[in-house]
């Protein structure tokens, strides 16, 4: 057998070993998992429908949802919700005449149920918007926090009180000349009322994203993004405002803010350069540990 027969062999070879494991890992994946289309049924996800949040419940359900309607652009003419069981099976599809809903988070609620936020389009312009249903799918109530201003919401969290934390950002022309400001609210999840809102300023740029996260020590810490900074604020439990972090930074993805304990928690964010930034603060603020991940 020459060289050239021998290589065209093992190719062969090669060949045959790829495609047997490929198989065999798309038959177990057959075996184990599974795919479901949802089409659109009695006029609820009638037209395109983005799901862009989703949250496993008690049962091991998961419930998705997003916006919908005709319009082609990321515009939608409701928000529609689906439940389905483990095995992919639908429990229940629920339409909300909420116009041009972007849902950027959909969490449990306290006392049952789930909450969902984001923005709504009623008089021309995003609005935040935060709506609570309960484990059927039906609404129990919806609000505007700050109607007729242009913003949205992006995080909820619950506090050891039991109460909702949501952060957003909103233009206020008092506060922040117009431009847009990072909103705390802090909401009676039983009827939505708001039991307070603390306003923080953008630094001279519009902010985006809201990662919050409750300490182990009784403190706030909220995290949103600018043009080229990071903002990480540390806050006491009213909201009120202890200090702010800054971060110098390249055009980043929203920040997440993770593992909070006695001594510390996790700042995570990835830069338009394709690194991967994880460091460790304590509650002070001082940068306890770095670490960098090129091209993550």
Not at 30 to 55: D, K
Request: hydrophobic share 35%.
């Amino acid at each position: 057998m020459n060289t050239t027969t021998f290589s065209r062999t093992l190719l062969k070879r090669l060949m045959a070993t790829y495609m047997f494991f490929l198989l065999s890992g798309l038959m177990y994946l057959q075996a184990q998992g599974w795919i479901r289309h949802y089409p659109s049924t009695g006029g609820i996800l009638t037209g395109a429908a983005e799901p862009t949040a989703m949250v496993v419940a008690d049962n091991g359900d998961f419930i998705f949802g997003g916006g919908g309607g005709f319009v082609p652009t990321q515009s939608a003419d409701f928000l529609f919700l689906q439940r389905n069981d483990p095995q992919g099976n639908m429990v229940w599809t629920r339409r909300h005449e909420i116009s041009t809903w972007n849902l950027n988070f959909l969490e449990k609620c306290p006392g049952g149920g789930f909450v969902g936020g984001g923005n709504s389009r009623k008089n021309g312009f995003d609005e935040q918007m935060l709506l609570r249903v309960s484990e059927a799918g039906d609404s129990l109530w919806a609000i505007n926090p700050q109607p007729g201003v242009n913003g949205y919401l992006y995080g909820v969290i619950t506090t050891f009180d039991g109460m909702l934390l949501v952060s957003g950002t909103a233009r206020n022309s008092q506060l922040g000349n117009g431009e847009r400001m990072t909103v705390l609210y802090k909401i009676n999840p039983q009827d939505g009322s708001i039991i307070w809102t603390q306003w923080y300023p953008g630094h001279g740029w519009n902010e985006f994203g809201g990662a919050l996260m409750e300490t182990p020590v009784g403190s706030l810490v909220q995290s949103n993004i600018g043009k080229d900074t990071c903002f990480i604020r540390h806050l006491y439990s009213d909201g009120f405002l202890q200090f702010v972090v800054k971060i110098p930074m390249l055009s980043s993805s929203y920040p997440i803010l993770a593992k909070p304990e006695l001594d510390g928690y996790t700042f995570l964010n990835r830069e338009s350069n394709g690194e991967a930034w994880f460091r460790r603060y304590d509650y002070n603020g001082n940068l306890l540990a770095s670490k960098v991940t090129p091209d993550a």
